[in-house]
């Protein structure tokens, strides 16, 4: 407790360790300690399909291609999966978790290189005790591997832009290329904002008139697209196709022209201070502080002030809306915070208050994610008794590897993923018959159509109602 309270917290050097063993601690955890939520589904269904098929360059769900997000999170993945020997939940939450320690890795160093260590330590502590960017340090998704390629590139050019050469480019295209790779164009447009407002503040512009510039950036081009190429150009049963149309669908259509995730336009103004609680109490009036002073702010301090500004635009302006997309602004949001805090009386009156709410905020954190949810999916591991029980079924008739698992309706199955299958999982077509060692994965409300289809079978069911997935196997 001395420790934690220690008056030199936010800026002894000494100090540094603790701020990432604490970061480590609550990250990884207990990390497989929750079944498969909603949208891990997704990448469990992809990268299954990918160890089952023996072909990463082409991501399958299971009735189909899966393109609407690109390869580099998948690879991750399944790069793990084959050191490993095996696919399962901490594996797949590994990414997330990796890039969240690296996110706050970065917002400690621009905060130490933008202002100083106390400025970077309590940036770090800020959004370390922050639920929502905990929440997705531990999901399976490409989020978190977004925002820190974003904070890396960040970071890089902060380092670097005093030399305005073609390495420096090169590096910084690199990093938001492979971020593009993990989630789509937003891993590039979003640094390219942040590096707008800092050049819109220091009026830099003229010193990257390069040609050296635009070499790097085609260079990076060229590194991006190549996954696509491959996925073109490698064989996949007779179908062509890169992904390619699926960048522009969902990159650029989606918004302008937004085809679904249409979340109302003051959708941020709500969940901006949903992703910073409790901190955004103190960000709004550190927000209107430095608007009121801002001829008085030094230009770092006018830098992230507008770069919050102008990533909020941007997201605001899409069509396209979705409560995880302000994930981004987050770091940003606990830099301007931490950066007001170390030069407010508020701080020098109240520190060890904030202290002390710092601690007791890590504390129910990490009680929640590292001890709660466990003895919760302790209770609760629906799907994996489900897929026990079938397991246990199929194999009085056959062994487990001679089964053949089809969905039915049911392409983010988590269920699928439990059972384990030892072949590529395909999907049930209507009116097709039911062979001996097929297994049909579906929902309960599919059941009253496969009655009249499929005879002779033996149901298992996971919990009631009609969205519940239940199992068909032969008798």
Same mark, same amino acid.
């Given at each position: 407790?001395?420790?934690?309270f220690?008056?030199?917290?936010w800026?002894?050097?000494?100090?540094?360790?603790?701020?990432?063993?604490?970061?480590?601690?609550?990250?990884?955890?207990?990390?497989?300690?929750?079944?498969?939520?909603?949208?891990?589904?997704?990448?469990?269904?992809?990268?299954?399909? @990918?160890?089952?098929?023996?072909? &990463?360059?082409?991501?399958?769900?299971?009735?189909?291609?899966?393109?609407?997000?690109?390869?580099?999170?998948?690879?991750?993945?399944?790069?793990?999966?084959?050191?490993?020997?095996?696919?399962?939940?901490? &594996?797949?939450?590994?990414?997330?978790?990796?890039?969240?320690?690296?996110?706050?890795?970065?917002t400690?160093?621009?905060?130490?290189?933008?202002?100083?260590?106390?400025?970077?330590?309590?940036?770090g502590?800020?959004?370390?005790?922050?639920y929502?960017?905990?929440?997705?340090?531990?999901?399976?998704?490409?989020?978190?591997?977004?925002?820190?390629?974003? @904070?890396?590139?960040?970071?890089?050019?902060?380092?670097?832009?005093?030399?305005?050469?073609?390495?420096?480019?090169?590096?910084?295209?690199?990093?938001?290329?492979?971020?593009?790779?993990?989630?789509?164009?937003i891993?590039?447009?979003?640094?390219?904002?942040?590096?707008?407002?800092?050049?819109?503040?220091?009026?830099?512009?003229?010193?990257?008139?390069?040609?050296?510039?635009?070499?790097?950036?085609?260079?990076?081009?060229?590194?991006?697209?190549?996954?696509?190429?491959?996925?073109?150009?490698?064989?996949?049963?007779?179908?062509?196709?890169?992904?390619?149309?699926?960048? +522009?669908?969902?990159?650029?259509?989606? +918004?302008?022209?937004?085809?679904?995730?249409?979340?109302?336009?003051?959708?941020?103004?709500?969940?901006?201070?949903?992703?910073?609680?409790?901190?955004?109490?103190?960000?709004?009036?550190?927000?209107?502080?430095?608007?009121?002073?801002?001829?008085?702010?030094?230009?770092?301090?006018?830098?992230?002030?507008?770069?919050?500004?102008?990533?909020?635009?941007?997201?605001?302006?899409?069509?396209s809306?979705?409560?995880?997309?302000?994930?981004?602004?987050?770091?940003?949001?606990?830099?301007?915070?931490?950066?007001?805090?170390?030069?407010?009386?508020? @701080?020098?009156?109240?520190?060890?208050? &904030?202290?002390?709410?710092?601690?007791?905020?890590?504390?129910?954190?990490?009680?929640?994610?590292?001890?709660?949810?466990?003895?919760?999916?302790?209770?609760?591991?629906?799907?994996?008794?489900?897929?026990?029980?079938?397991?246990?079924?199929?194999?009085?008739?056959?062994?487990?590897?001679?089964?053949?698992?089809?969905?039915?309706?049911?392409?983010?199955?988590?269920a699928?993923?439990?059972?384990?299958?030892?072949?590529?999982?395909?999907?049930?077509?209507?009116?097709?018959?039911?062979?001996?060692?097929?297994?049909? &994965?579906?929902?309960?409300?599919?059941?009253?159509?496969?009655q009249?289809?499929?005879?002779?079978?033996?149901?298992?069911?996971?919990?009631?109602g009609?969205?519940?997935?239940?199992?068909?196997?032969?008798?």
């Amino acid at each position: 407790m001395k420790l934690i309270f220690a008056d030199n917290l936010w800026g002894s050097q000494g100090k540094l360790w603790l701020l990432f063993f604490a970061a480590f601690a609550i990250v990884f955890a207990m990390l497989a300690n929750a079944e498969l939520w909603t949208v891990e589904s997704r990448w469990a269904a992809v990268c299954t399909q @990918m160890l089952l098929r023996h072909d &990463i360059f082409h991501p399958y769900r299971y009735c189909g291609t899966y393109y609407d997000k690109p390869l580099l999170s998948y690879w991750l993945i399944v790069g793990v999966a084959y050191l490993n020997g095996a696919i399962n939940e901490f &594996i797949l939450r590994l990414p997330s978790a990796c890039a969240s320690f690296i996110t706050i890795v970065c917002t400690y160093s621009l905060g130490t290189k933008l202002f100083n260590r106390n400025v970077g330590l309590i940036a770090g502590w800020l959004l370390i005790t922050s639920y929502s960017f905990i929440f997705w340090s531990r999901v399976a998704s490409a989020d978190m591997l977004n925002l820190a390629g974003i @904070m890396l590139a960040i970071y890089w050019y902060v380092s670097n832009k005093a030399k305005p050469n073609f390495f420096t480019y090169l590096v910084f295209f690199l990093i938001t290329a492979l971020t593009c790779l993990f989630k789509g164009l937003i891993g590039f447009v979003i640094p390219i904002l942040v590096v707008l407002a800092d050049i819109i503040v220091n009026k830099t512009w003229k010193q990257h008139l390069r040609y050296s510039l635009l070499i790097a950036f085609g260079l990076a081009v060229l590194v991006y697209l190549a996954p696509f190429v491959l996925s073109a150009v490698l064989p996949d049963q007779g179908v062509a196709t890169s992904g390619l149309y699926e960048v +522009f669908r969902e990159n650029i259509l989606r +918004f302008f022209e937004p085809f679904d995730h249409k979340d109302p336009f003051y959708t941020y103004l709500i969940y901006l201070p949903l992703y910073t609680i409790p901190w955004i109490l103190l960000f709004i009036p550190a927000f209107v502080n430095n608007l009121i002073k801002w001829l008085k702010l030094d230009n770092n301090s006018r830098w992230l002030m507008l770069a919050v500004i102008l990533l909020f635009a941007f997201l605001t302006v899409s069509g396209s809306r979705r409560t995880y997309y302000i994930l981004p602004l987050t770091p940003f949001v606990m830099l301007v915070t931490a950066n007001w805090l170390q030069n407010a009386l508020f @701080m020098q009156r109240h520190q060890d208050t &904030i202290k002390s709410l710092v601690l007791i905020l890590y504390i129910m954190l990490f009680a929640w994610f590292g001890i709660v949810q466990h003895i919760i999916n302790s209770k609760s591991d629906t799907m994996q008794v489900f897929a026990k029980n079938v397991q246990q079924a199929a194999t009085k008739k056959a062994p487990w590897n001679k089964w053949q698992i089809e969905v039915f309706n049911a392409d983010d199955n988590k269920a699928v993923f439990y059972l384990m299958p030892k072949k590529p999982v395909a999907c049930y077509k209507s009116g097709q018959l039911m062979e001996k060692s097929t297994i049909i &994965i579906t929902q309960q409300k599919d059941l009253d159509y496969l009655q009249n289809i499929l005879k002779n079978y033996q149901l298992i069911n996971s919990e009631p109602g009609a969205a519940a997935t239940v199992a068909l196997v032969p008798k």
